[in-house]
């Protein structure tokens, strides 16, 4: 039989050098198809960075804040559809924005974007979330403590215009800025199209700091001003000598923001109580928490109605009564403005339909519509919420209309008499009682 030939044997060596090569390209093989199964955002891991880059499933699934992001946005969707005036959410489904924004939030700013784009389809001017920063302002304006110069700002027409200056604050004892002056630049920075927020932010700073301000009076050239900043305590409520008229007691009550308004005007009516005329100031007072105007029309009235609210459920939903008996049963005005609402305007309608007091002034601002202020757990972040609308004791629905005074004082006349430094509102509320 023929016997085949063999190869050359192979040495040791070789054996040994076959052998890693094979155990290499095998090793080689498992890694590749290893890394072909890991997810994009695995696969651009940057070891200089030590992050994941893109917006891949696993990286959702191990971002640490996506949770307590997903939550918050849950729970405001979930205070909505709880607690809204409107069952109908503006001819709309709440449960299509979770459909929509869920899955793309992966933090704080994506779930803020989602919270502010859902409200903005209620298309309710009095629905607002509030981030970090707008929360604290909230917060502090409850807390009645600030720094700043002392005044309050509106836009009008486009402009920042001052509508009123705090009683003992730097910008009332500097006499250089008054009511209606436009405030065009702060520290050389011009302010057109700013927000009020943006700008008393500005304003305000350390006790003892200056801020310059542009001014452009109504009638006058543009000039700058120097007011230095000071401790601001808001004064909710304060009684005015009238020297020229010792039996009528005045009483200006510019917030009903903050726990302790009532109790703080009840202090302030037993001081006067004895005076036959009361002047209630509620000009640019634009109102506050419910319960304080419910609180104080209560002091001039019996068992009367004060007002109907009218919401979800029976938190919402009712008709609230005098039920401590009348404090003050002298002459009452009201000094009313563009600025007087919400619950400044709960209180006019109340004491005016019930027969209690005159109407001064000028037209009121017309928000009858109830916001609860809703604080969120996952982030230090809150949400007003309207959850309820108001009529008057006799069932005006005051939204959008606002309140007419009895004695109506045409704008320009209030202006000009401001300018020579006479307030023709509270006189001519001092003849009418």
């Not at 489904?93 to 700013?109: E, F, L, T």
């Not at 104080?296 to 007002?307: R, T």
């Not at 809703?374 to 005051?398: I, M, R």
């Amino acid at each position: 039989m023929r016997r085949l030939k063999l190869g050359k044997k192979q040495s040791p060596l070789a054996k040994t050098l076959w052998t890693l090569l094979f155990w290499v390209a095998l090793l080689a093989t498992i890694a590749s198809s290893t890394w072909a199964c890991l997810p994009e955002a695995w696969q651009t891991w940057d070891p200089q960075r030590g992050t994941l880059e893109g917006a891949s499933h696993t990286e959702k699934v191990y971002n640490a804040e996506q949770p307590k992001a997903r939550r918050l946005f849950v729970e405001v969707l979930q205070q909505i559809e709880a607690l809204y005036v409107d069952e109908q959410f503006n001819h709309q489904k709440i449960a299509r924005w979770k459909d929509r924004y869920y899955d793309q939030i992966q933090n704080s700013d994506d779930a803020f974007v989602a919270i502010e784009s859902t409200i903005a389809s209620l298309n309710d001017p009095y629905t607002h979330f509030f981030r970090p920063d707008q929360y604290a302002e909230q917060n502090m304006a409850l807390s009645s403590k600030l720094y700043g110069i002392g005044v309050e700002i509106s836009i009008v027409d486009e402009a920042v215009t001052i509508m009123n200056l705090l009683p003992n604050s730097p910008a009332m004892a500097c006499k250089c800025l008054h009511m209606g002056d436009v405030i065009t630049h702060i520290d050389g920075v011009a302010v057109h199209g700013w927000t009020t927020l943006n700008v008393a932010k500005r304003i305000r700073g350390k006790k003892g700091t200056a801020v310059i301000l542009t001014i452009k009076p109504p009638d006058a050239k543009p000039e700058n001003v120097k007011v230095i900043r000071d401790e601001i305590d808001l004064l909710h409520v304060q009684v005015v000598d009238l020297p020229k008229h010792p039996d009528v007691a005045f009483i200006r009550l510019q917030s009903f923001m903050g726990a302790g308004i009532a109790n703080e005007f009840r202090h302030a009516l037993d001081a006067v109580k004895t005076r036959p005329y009361l002047v209630i100031d509620l000009r640019n007072n634009g109102g506050g928490m419910l319960s304080n105007a419910i609180e104080i029309a209560d002091f001039f009235l019996d068992e009367q109605v004060i007002v109907q609210v009218d919401g979800r459920g029976s938190t919402y939903d009712r008709i609230y009564k005098g039920h401590r008996g009348t404090v003050y049963a002298g002459k009452v005005a009201l000094l009313l403005n563009e600025g007087s609402a919400s619950a400044s305007e709960v209180l006019a309608g109340a004491l005016h339909e019930q027969k209690k007091a005159l109407l001064v002034g000028r037209q009121t601002y017309g928000k009858g519509m109830v916001q609860e202020v809703v604080p969120l757990e996952a982030y230090p972040v809150g949400l007003t919420l309207t959850v309820a609308h108001y009529l008057t004791p006799q069932g005006q629905d005051l939204n959008h209309v606002g309140l007419t005074p009895d004695v109506k004082l045409a704008e320009q006349r209030i202006r000009q008499a401001s300018k020579k430094g006479e307030d023709v509102v509270l006189d001519e509320a001092i003849k009418a009682i």
